[in-house]
């Protein structure tokens, strides 16, 4: 219980520290008593004795007679507790005792009073024996004074014998009060002394309570200082330390927040793990990429499943982790998996990061790109070639032949027109990669529409194609560029004029889609695979490259169109069955009512 509450260790020290000083106290008043006794024993044998002017020139008769002389005298000398002897010095020899022992066994007597270490320092020659010594007997125990005296007749030692019994009885007295006192001092102790210890115990307790509080993550209330003391003091730096450590809690929790946001929404898969194997965090990346919704796999299966070989306890090794870099393929996706160690304060490592860049995107960036440099090399390379081969044969003489050469340089021209509107088309694409700047103004949809109807009209009817526009509703005004959604409009219809059959259809059907205008180009050609119907708006994607090229397409039209929809912030899409016909849908953002009536004012 002491050790384990410091209210009651306090209790304890003041009880202790109040027995020791009751103790200290008893101790010192026996020897006290016992000392006053004594000095007062010795100082009346001392006076008295020198009252009686005994001189060298007296004999031992005389001694005693000088004795018996003054009774007032002698009372000093013989009570119930006081006595003295005469013994002769030399033969040591009891001339003379007062004492009742003495009467009743000489012998006896004789050996008690040999103990005495003042007669013994007497009979080796002192003058004098006067320390306060205490002779233990079986009579009762006494202290002792002791005169050398020479007389006529022989030196003579006189030896004053006092009994200890007054001073214990009133040392007894003494110890009995002592005693009882000192039960009431110890319970009045321990009364003040937990009235004492609560006030210091208090506040700590609180303190202690506070602390577990905290642990719990509990911040409530501040500590309420009721002194100036230390323990005021010590209230006082714990509640200062209660709101830095609340501070810096909410800022460590903010911090691993934003660092958890951050992981959690970054598009690389980031995996750490401790120097075990076991994962410690998983983002969502990550787990997206291992197609699980939570991971309990340890290092050597997330290395199985990405397919590689790589030991833990190797990578933690290394120094240049930076410097492995692996390609890993997953299904249809394409992963860097790269690696970074982390360490504690005194650079131990701790453990292993390892982090998954998904760059199938770059990769079908660069496969595209590729692509498109082939693409461009061949569209520009097949008329080129052309040009080239028909100029060679001009110069080689076919310039007598009037209609050989007209047919040629009508070759040359179709081609060189063909070169020219590629590179119209890839310049117009890269302005739109550029950010090109739209000359917005308010369209009709219906009108917009008529209009690009009207100048496509000459065309399908070349190929007795019927080309006509249905308005399913009223369609929102949009806010666009005039030129530029008249060029979208030409190329979606030319395409499905150019690819649909002679007598085939083609319906143009201007209405809504909620707030927005929507335009859907119908046709009843040859239609598109499903498998093409994700690419078509890529450049220079054809379904059918030869039948294509024969019609004389650059296979950027889409392309274009894709762009200018985007540029809009509308959308486009293809819905198309094989043999069926093809439908081009178009959604452009309209101008609302509220709009409108703003601009009225």
């Given at each position: 219980?002491?050790?384990?509450?410091?209210?009651?260790?306090?209790?304890?020290?003041?009880?202790?520290?109040?027995?020791?000083?009751?103790?200290?106290?008893?101790?010192?008043?026996?020897?006290?008593?016992?000392?006053?006794?004594?000095?007062?024993?010795?100082?009346?044998?001392?006076?008295?004795?020198?009252?009686?002017?005994?001189?060298?020139?007296?004999?031992?008769?005389?001694?005693?007679?000088?004795?018996?002389?003054?009774?007032?005298?002698?009372?000093?000398?013989?009570?119930?507790?006081?006595?003295?002897?005469?013994?002769?010095?030399?033969?040591?020899?009891?001339?003379?005792?007062?004492?009742?022992?003495?009467?009743?066994?000489?012998t006896g007597f004789r050996n008690e009073i040999m103990k005495s270490r003042n007669l013994m320092a007497v009979m080796a020659?002192?003058?004098?024996?006067?320390?306060?010594?205490?002779?233990?007997?079986?009579?009762?125990?006494?202290?002792?004074?002791?005169?050398?005296?020479?007389?006529?007749?022989?030196?003579?030692?006189?030896?004053?014998?006092?009994?200890?019994?007054?001073?214990?009885?009133?040392?007894?007295?003494?110890?009995?009060?002592?005693?009882?006192?000192?039960?009431?001092?110890?319970?009045?102790?321990?009364?003040?002394?937990?009235?004492?210890?609560?006030?210091?115990?208090?506040?700590?307790?609180?303190?202690?309570?506070?602390?577990?509080?905290?642990?719990?993550?509990?911040?409530?209330?501040?500590?309420?200082?009721?002194?100036?003391?230390?323990?005021?003091?010590?209230?006082?730096?714990?509640?200062?330390?209660?709101?830095?450590?609340?501070?810096?809690?909410?800022?460590?929790?903010?911090?691993?927040?934003?660092?958890?946001?951050?992981?959690?929404?970054?598009?690389?898969?980031?995996?750490?793990?401790?120097?075990?194997?076991?994962?410690?965090?998983?983002?969502?990346?990550?787990?997206?990429?291992?197609?699980?919704?939570?991971?309990?796999?340890?290092?050597?299966?997330?290395?199985?499943?990405?397919?590689?070989?790589?030991?833990?306890?190797?990578?933690?090794?290394?120094?240049?982790?930076?410097?492995?870099?692996?390609?890993?393929?997953?299904?249809?996706?394409?992963?860097?998996?790269?690696?970074?160690?982390?360490?504690?304060?005194?650079?131990?490592?701790?453990?292993?990061?390892?982090?998954?860049?998904?760059?199938?995107?770059?990769?079908?960036?660069?496969?595209?790109r590729k692509e498109f440099v082939a693409n461009v090399s061949h569209e520009l390379k097949t008329p080129l070639t052309s040009?080239?081969?028909?100029?060679?044969?001009?110069?080689?003489?076919?310039?007598?032949?009037?209609?050989?050469?007209?047919?040629?340089?009508?070759?040359?021209?179709?081609?060189?027109?063909?070169?020219?509107?590629?590179?119209?088309?890839?310049?117009?694409?890269?302005?739109?990669?550029?950010?090109?700047?739209?000359?917005?103004?308010?369209?009709?949809?219906?009108?917009?529409?008529?209009?690009?109807?009207?100048?496509?009209?000459?065309?399908?009817?070349?190929?007795?194609?019927?080309?006509?526009?249905?308005?399913?509703?009223?369609?929102?005004?949009?806010?666009?560029?005039?030129?530029?959604?008249?060029?979208?409009?030409?190329?979606?219809?030319?395409?499905?004029?150019?690819?649909?059959?002679?007598?085939?259809?083609?319906?143009?059907?201007?209405?809504?889609?909620?707030?927005?205008?929507?335009?859907?180009?119908?046709?009843?050609?040859?239609?598109?695979?499903?498998?093409?119907?994700?690419?078509?708006?890529?450049?220079?994607?054809?379904?059918?490259?030869?039948?294509?090229?024969?019609?004389?397409?650059?296979?950027?039209?889409?392309?274009?169109?894709?762009?200018?929809?985007?540029?809009?912030?509308?959308?486009?899409?293809?819905?198309?069955?094989?043999?069926?016909?093809?439908?081009?849908?178009?959604?452009?953002?309209?101008?609302?009512?509220?709009?409108?009536?703003?601009?009225?004012?």
């Open positions: 219980m002491f050790s384990g509450s410091l209210q009651w260790r306090l209790v304890f020290i003041i009880v202790a520290i109040t027995f020791v000083l009751m103790s200290v106290i008893w101790v010192f008043l026996n020897y006290k008593v016992d000392d006053i006794f004594y000095n007062d024993f010795k100082k009346s044998i001392s006076d008295n004795y020198a009252t009686l002017n005994i001189s060298e020139k007296m004999t031992c008769r005389e001694l005693l007679d000088r004795f018996q002389e003054d009774p007032v005298i002698l009372s000093q000398f013989i009570s119930s507790l006081k006595s003295y002897t005469i013994i002769k010095d030399g033969t040591y020899e009891i001339v003379y005792s007062s004492d009742i022992w003495y009467q009743e066994d000489k020659g002192a003058s004098e024996g006067k320390g306060k010594y205490l002779t233990k007997s079986s009579k009762g125990d006494f202290y002792d004074y002791v005169i050398r005296q020479p007389l006529i007749d022989g030196d003579y030692i006189l030896f004053f014998k006092y009994n200890r019994s007054q001073a214990l009885s009133i040392i007894s007295e003494f110890s009995q009060v002592i005693v009882s006192g000192m039960f009431i001092a110890v319970a009045v102790t321990i009364v003040i002394g937990i009235l004492l210890s609560k006030t210091i115990t208090r506040p700590i307790i609180d303190i202690i309570h506070k602390a577990e509080n905290i642990t719990s993550g509990d911040f409530g209330q501040v500590l309420e200082v009721k002194s100036d003391d230390e323990i005021g003091k010590l209230t006082s730096t714990f509640n200062y330390m209660e709101t830095q450590l609340r501070n810096m809690l909410n800022e460590l929790s903010n911090e691993k927040n934003k660092f958890e946001m951050i992981i959690n929404y970054m598009t690389d898969g980031i995996i750490a793990f401790n120097k075990d194997g076991f994962i410690i965090h998983i983002n969502s990346a990550a787990l997206s990429v291992l197609e699980m919704e939570q991971c309990s796999l340890t290092f050597p299966g997330i290395m199985d499943r990405l397919g590689l070989k790589y030991e833990l306890s190797d990578l933690l090794k290394r120094e240049n982790l930076s410097e492995i870099s692996e390609n890993v393929r997953i299904k249809d996706k394409f992963f860097r998996v790269q690696f970074a160690s982390f360490t504690d304060k005194e650079n131990n490592v701790e453990g292993l990061i390892t982090v998954l860049q998904d760059y199938t995107e770059q990769m079908k960036l660069d496969n595209m040009i080239k081969s028909y100029a060679e044969t001009l110069l080689d003489g076919a310039l007598d032949d009037r209609e050989t050469a007209r047919s040629f340089l009508e070759v040359i021209y179709s081609e060189s027109n063909r070169m020219d509107r590629l590179v119209k088309d890839l310049l117009l694409l890269s302005k739109h990669d550029s950010g090109i700047k739209l000359n917005l103004t308010r369209i009709s949809p219906i009108d917009l529409v008529n209009g690009v109807v009207a100048r496509m009209k000459m065309s399908a009817d070349e190929k007795k194609q019927t080309l006509s526009v249905v308005e399913e509703e009223k369609a929102p005004d949009i806010n666009g560029d005039e030129d530029r959604l008249e060029q979208l409009l030409v190329n979606v219809i030319g395409n499905a004029i150019k690819y649909t059959p002679e007598n085939g259809s083609i319906t143009v059907y201007v209405g809504k889609a909620g707030k927005n205008a929507c335009i859907r180009v119908v046709d009843t050609g040859i239609g598109i695979p499903e498998e093409h119907l994700d690419r078509i708006f890529e450049r220079f994607y054809r379904v059918d490259k030869a039948r294509s090229r024969q019609m004389g397409g650059t296979g950027l039209g889409l392309s274009i169109a894709s762009e200018i929809v985007k540029a809009h912030g509308g959308t486009i899409k293809a819905e198309s069955k094989v043999n069926q016909g093809t439908a081009i849908i178009i959604t452009l953002p309209g101008i609302s009512e509220e709009t409108n009536g703003e601009n009225d004012e």
